[in-house]
């Protein structure tokens, strides 16, 4: 466990090395970039702090493919990925290199057969998400990893779903580049990191420019807190992983069982290859901007990625899932998490019934 920060210490910058406060503030980064890599089953010079996943996934898409285009120029990727992925291909496809995006079965679930029969001799790089934002549905990430291992292709994954709460043991599975946010496993915001397999024979061009900081691909003052933070994090959460994965799949289970019997009820993504920490449903006539308007001072819940939960259009997941009218404008999205209790889950499915009850009282 690591030493409590506050506001004074840790203050120094780490790249001072001429002084001992600067000294003592590299030695704490470089314990945090060895308990990650801990965590993550890699070596620590494989880590790469960042901002969060979004800037990880934009310097392990664009880093890669601007530095290796000579070898090809040709991104495999899927329907369902978070906007960091989708726009960042959106831009490589506006600078000469082509994306094919993979369409999900109606789970959810990409075929790893779609992937391969999609691999051209120019592929350069394949990018999936392991856990769905939105609907939480499961990649078969094994399956894809040996895919793009024997046919000699990179594969970068977005894991900030589920890095922590599920093991993924890079020291087991061929992953190239694998991105996380803290924020997801209770760490703070600001900070993530890039994994980079066998990082001095990969070549990645940096996004930005300035000292040698993160081995010259993530310049600038590295803020020491949240580096802390986010091993911390990683740590104890990787701890409890098996008692939490418990405690959080009855707890979505109890919420499915008690809400089901009371309202109509569709849910988006079978239970069985889905995170627990997810659950996306609709209710029949029931549109999701006003069961959300209607339960916002007590639930939070999100008609999307929760990052864009404020524009109105629906799921570009759930569409590309198949999903069409009043299921694809009625789906709501809800996290459980370890801190949660049976309490609030009863809680929660009574503020859902009394909502759906006024809204088909005000439309009658």
Known sequence: MFEQLDGTRGFANASSQHHEAGRQVAEQIERARSTVARELGCVADEIIFTSGATESINLALRGVALANAQHGRHLITTQIEHKATLAC???????????????????????????????????????????????????????????AEDRGVLLHVDAAQSAGKFHIGLSQIPIDLLSLSAHKIHGPKGIGCLFVRDRPRLRIRPLTFGGAQEFGLRPGTLPTHQIVG??????????????????????????????????????????????????????????????????????????GAACSSGTVEPSYVLRAMGLEGDALYGAVRV??????????INVAVDVITEAVKRIKELVA
């Open 89 to 147: 291909c959106d831009s490589l496809h506006d600078e000469g290199f082509e994306v094919t995006r993979i369409a999900p079965r109606h789970d959810g679930r990409v075929d790893p057969a779609d992937i391969a029969n999609a691999i051209r001799s120019d592929t350069l790089l394949i990018s999936v998400m392991h856990v769905n934002n939105e609907t939480g549905v499961i990649q078969p990430l094994s399956e894809i990893a040996a895919i």
């Open 230 to 303: 986010l091993a911390a994090a990683l740590e104890l959460v990787s701890r409890n992983r098996d008692q939490d994965q418990k405690q959080v799949t009855r707890l979505r289970a109890q919420f499915v069982e008690m809400l089901s019997s009371r309202v109509s009820l569709n849910l988006h993504g079978a239970l069985d290859v889905t995170s627990p920490y997810i659950l996306n449903f609709s209710i029949p006539g029931i549109s999701s901007d006003v069961l959300i308007n209607q339960c916002a001072a007590d639930i939070a819940m999100a008609s």
């Open 335 to 344: 996290s459980f998490d370890r801190y949660h209790t049976p309490v609030d």
